[in-house]
């Protein structure tokens, strides 16, 4: 008579115990997907707020690799992007002329989610992440220039190494796919202040006399593609 209720107790003991302790799994697990990293790839295209640069190289496609951490709601970021164009410089009085661009920038960036990052990547469904940003780094610079004054005249070449430090504004979009693949797309505004000199077919004094600062502006966008790691 009284051993029927005290079974019941102990089965609602037991009953409640498990149930707490599967809660402190299933808390547990989502603790562990709150801190991602991300290792990826990105391609687009560069435009420049010069005039002359557009003039000369107009539009540059951008490559890079990229390397990003989040922890809820907040994340940073490592990435190196490069572009190369040749193009026609604007000359007077010359017969032919040819340039090269190249750029290599290393940034640092600081990427904050606008949406809850609780359970990012961990779900079947494809969901879309926003973020903005805000970074800095270094950037290298290297433009290559040949040129003859007559067709019968030597070729010539001057070469100019520019480097310096600047910063990234940025926003964009993750989509995760599934739980280990992302895609997404970024709009970035990056400004370096550069300074270098020239060298080549000039002497030592002229290339000190012609030392050149550069404001390297402009606007990058890109799509990515990257593996999730669970940390």
Not at 28 to 34: G, L, N, R, Y
Request: net charge negative; proline share 1%.
């Amino acid at each position: 008579m009284y051993l029927i209720p005290i079974k019941e107790e102990l089965r609602t003991l037991r009953h409640d115990k498990e149930k707490s302790f599967e809660n402190g799994i299933e808390i547990s697990k989502k603790e562990k997907v709150e801190t991602i990293s991300v290792l990826g790839f990105k391609t687009g295209s560069y435009s420049s707020t010069s005039d002359i640069f557009k003039e000369v190289y107009g539009t540059c496609s951008t490559w890079g690799f990229y390397y990003n951490v989040w922890a809820k709601n907040g994340g940073a970021e490592v990435e190196w992007e490069r572009f190369s164009k040749d193009g026609t410089p604007i000359t007077f009085n010359v017969y032919y002329a040819k340039s090269t661009i190249t750029s290599d920038g290393m940034t640092v960036n600081l990427r904050f989610s606008l949406v809850t990052n609780e359970s990012k990547y961990n779900k079947s469904d494809t969901e879309i992440y926003p973020y903005i940003g805000i970074g800095g780094g270094f950037n290298f610079v290297t433009e290559d220039l040949i040129f003859k004054q007559t067709s019968n005249s030597r070729e010539q070449n001057l070469k100019i190494d520019l480097n310096g430090f600047g910063y990234n504004l940025l926003a964009g979009i993750d989509i995760r796919i599934n739980e280990f693949i992302i895609i997404g797309g970024e709009y970035k505004y990056r400004n370096f202040a550069l300074s270098g000199f020239y060298s080549g077919d000039i002497t030592y004094e002229e290339a000190v006399a012609n030392e050149q600062h550069v404001d390297f502006d402009g606007y990058i966008l890109n799509g990515h593609i990257g593996i999730v790691f669970h940390l």
